[in-house]
């Protein structure tokens, strides 16, 4: 059986694993925000920054990639995208069904924000995310940097997210 991740953020174009087979597919009750304070990757306990993360929202969709593991790497992917995804449990990892657009549905694994979780920041205004992401710097880079290639990589493909590209656009001009 197939092994599906849900990819909305990071692993559009950083996946980490083999990829047998990638499409677009879309999420139902889940909307894309930089609703998560990052200490690790993107930001510091003192300076955090901001990552993206899946906001459960009953009315919500997020458009994204199906990510089919390459037969036989299943247990190692699972095993390295725990270790990356669950580094301070504000993700919850979940099993949800997402929606081909060739029409299949495949249940994917999918990390949400945990809303309880005291990384937590749904709902800061796009302003105060933009002068958050243009000033800090985590263990894998500075925050713009990954704000720029979601953006650039939904874009490739094709995906649009007015609030990513606002973001993308107001974090450039307050670094440049």
Request: proline residues 6%; glycine residues 8%; charged residues 20%.
């Amino acid at each position: 059986m197939t092994m599906w991740v849900f990819g909305y953020g990071s692993l559009l174009w950083n996946p980490g694993f083999p990829v047998a087979r990638r499409e677009q597919a879309t999420l139902h009750g889940y909307a894309r925000s930089f609703c998560m304070r990052s200490i690790h990757h993107r930001g510091t306990e003192e300076n955090p920054g901001l990552v993206l993360a899946l906001d459960e929202h009953p009315d919500a969709h997020c458009k994204g990639l199906a990510l089919a593991v390459e037969p036989g790497h299943e247990e190692r992917t699972l095993e390295e995208l725990r270790e990356r995804e669950l580094i301070s449990s504000a993700y919850v990892e979940k099993m949800l069904d997402v929606h081909l657009d060739s029409g299949q549905t495949v249940t994917a694994v999918t990390y949400v924000i945990d809303p309880d979780h005291v990384q937590y920041c749904g709902g800061l205004p796009l302003e105060e995310q933009a002068q958050i992401i243009a000033q800090a710097v985590g263990g894998r880079g500075p925050n713009p940097e990954y704000l720029y290639n979601t953006a650039e990589h939904l874009s490739e493909i094709g995906l649009h997210d007015p609030d990513l590209e606002w973001l993308a656009q107001r974090v450039r001009s307050l670094t440049a």
